[in-house]
Nanobody, 115 residues
Framework: QVQLVESGGGLVQPGGSLRLSCAASGSLFSMSDMGWFRQAPGKQRELVARIYRNDRTLYSDSVKGRFTISRVNAKNTVYLQMNNLKPEDTAVYYC?????????WGQGTQVTVSS
């Protein structure tokens, strides 16, 4: 069974940076596509970034150039480096793991961007 644990969220001022981590259990990590989603109050969950098994990356237009997704297979961990944060980035951030068309989710970590 896959378990995902996110960390690194918090309160940051506009223009600041945060680095989110998502640690995965099990042996499927290197064979999985990994991603970060976010959900703001009253809004649908949206894809922020994805990193595929072959290290190809995909970003939403709203974060392109500011956020970077990366993975370390030896640590079963995916990261989201978030720079130049804006108030509209405020949301609960979730990581997901996709293996064999099965999706696994973490519990989420809150990111609040406010002065």
């Amino acid at each position: 069974q896959v378990q995902l644990v996110e960390s690194g969220g918090g309160l940051v001022q506009p223009g600041g940076s945060l680095r989110l981590s998502c640690a995965a259990s099990g042996s499927l990590f290197s064979m999985s596509d990994m991603g970060w989603f976010r959900q703001a109050p009253g809004k649908q969950r949206e894809l922020v970034a994805r990193i595929y098994r072959n290290d190809r990356t995909l970003y939403s237009d709203s974060v392109k150039g500011r956020f970077t997704i990366s993975r370390v297979n030896a640590k079963n961990t995916v990261y989201l480096q978030m720079n130049n944060l804006k108030p509209e980035d405020t949301a609960v951030y979730y990581c997901d793991q996709v293996y064999n068309n099965t999706y696994y989710w973490g519990q989420g970590t809150q990111v609040t961007v406010s002065s």
